[in-house]
């Protein structure tokens, strides 16, 4: 009796041994797949931008407007001598369909003036 007692507890010991390394595993499994998918996640999107206008603000600068996927727009100042790039990897950013260069070029106008 004893004997068969001590093989039951030992049977029950081994089914929640293994149960437990079972949910370690799968938590385990989800904190790298959390991490992994954060990982993912963080990376930015970049997109091709290409200049699309120049707008010289004064003799030593100018503005340079590009234009990317999904209406993605991005501008930079930049000394005269060096120039525009035609085209550059920027950081994908869609903007709505009502913003556009023309208005961005005006109101930029407005504010050097």
Do not use: W
């Amino acid at each position: 009796m004893a004997i068969e007692k001590a093989q039951q507890r030992k049977e029950i010991f081994d089914g929640l041994s293994i149960l437990f390394y079972l949910i370690m595993g799968i938590i385990l499994f989800g904190i790298i797949a959390f991490v992994a998918f954060k990982a993912f996640a963080d990376t930015q999107k970049m997109t091709t931008c290409r200049l699309t206008a120049m707008e010289k603000i004064s003799d030593k600068e100018i503005l340079c407007f590009y234009k990317g996927a999904n209406n993605t727009q991005e501008s930079h100042t930049i000394e005269l001598y060096l120039g525009c790039t035609r085209q550059y990897s920027c950081k994908y950013n869609p903007m709505p369909k009502g913003a556009n260069l023309k208005d961005t070029m005006k109101s930029m106008k407005d504010t050097f003036e």
